[in-house]
């Protein structure tokens, strides 16, 4: 398994920008899909986006065409670049890993999770 370490979260206002990183810990962070998840309170933690070992993207309806998931295998890390961002985006923001070639949306079949990063969102 790998460690997950996120970073860059913080408070902006609506329609501001952030960017989140998580760096992982190993040397097969390459063999791994890669996503963030977010868990708002009083809701489920919900998938947001994720990218496969071979570059493949998946993003949730609700932060297509806003967010952005990238990777960079040279030194381990995945960033979640998020623009235009709204109130209803307020959550922490967890990194996970999973060894694979697809992009499981279900938080059970992940195999290692960060900490978590906290976004807030004001109005």
């Known amino acids: 398994q790998v460690q997950l370490v996120e970073s860059g979260g913080g408070l902006v206002q609506a329609g501001d920008s952030l960017r989140l990183s998580c760096a992982a810990s190993?040397?097969?962070?390459?063999?791994?899909?890669m996503s963030w998840f977010r868990h708002a309170p009083g809701k489920e933690r919900e998938f947001v986006a994720g990218?496969?070992?071979?570059?493949?993207?998946t993003y949730a309806d609700s932060v297509k065409y806003r967010f952005t998931i990238s990777r960079d295998n040279a030194k381990n890390t995945v960033a979640l670049q998020m623009n235009s961002l709204k109130p209803e985006d307020t959550a922490v923001y967890y990194c996970?890993?999973?060894?694979?070639?697809?992009?499981?949306?279900?938080?059970?079949?992940?195999?290692?999770w960060g900490q978590g990063t906290q976004v807030t969102v004001s109005s």
């Open positions: 190993g040397r097969t962070f390459s063999t791994y899909t």
């Open positions: 990218i496969s070992r071979g570059g493949g993207i």
């Open positions: 996970a890993a999973v060894r694979g070639f697809y992009i499981p949306t279900m938080l059970g079949e992940y195999e290692s």
